[in-house]
């Protein structure tokens, strides 16, 4: 049974910074695809930052130079540190693995806000 608990979501000032982070179970967690998807209020999910099992990664434009996402495989863990946040980031933050879909946690909120 594939478990994805996300944490790390928070209040934050425009500009600021927050690290979510995905604790991963039930998987083979080292040749595995990881992404953060979001979802904002009244939208839909979308992807906006994957690392593959090598650690190449690839990002939405709206959040380009501004997240990184990481992974451990020697914890099962997966990072998304948000820098410079603005409004728009505001959402429901969840973790997921290829393939996309099957296997969605709780989320976390991150909500950007002065």
């Known amino acids: 049974q594939v478990q994805l608990v996300e944490s790390g979501g928070d209040l934050a000032q425009p500009g600021g910074s927050l690290r979510l982070a995905c604790a991963v179970s039930?998987?083979?967690?080292?040749?595995?695809?990881m992404g953060w998807f979001r979802r904002a209020p009244g939208q839909q999910r979308i992807l906006v930052a994957a690392i593959s099992s090598g650690g190449n990664t690839n990002y939405a434009d709206s959040v380009k130079g501004r997240f990184t996402i990481s992974r451990d495989n020697a914890k099962n863990m997966v990072y998304l540190q948000m820098d410079r946040l603005n409004p728009e980031d505001t959402a429901v933050y969840y973790c997921?693995?290829?393939?996309?879909?099957?296997?969605w946690g709780q989320g976390t909120q991150v909500t950007v806000s002065s």
């Open positions: 039930g998987t083979t967690f080292s040749v595995d695809g």
């Open positions: 997921d693995t290829v393939p996309w879909g099957n296997y």
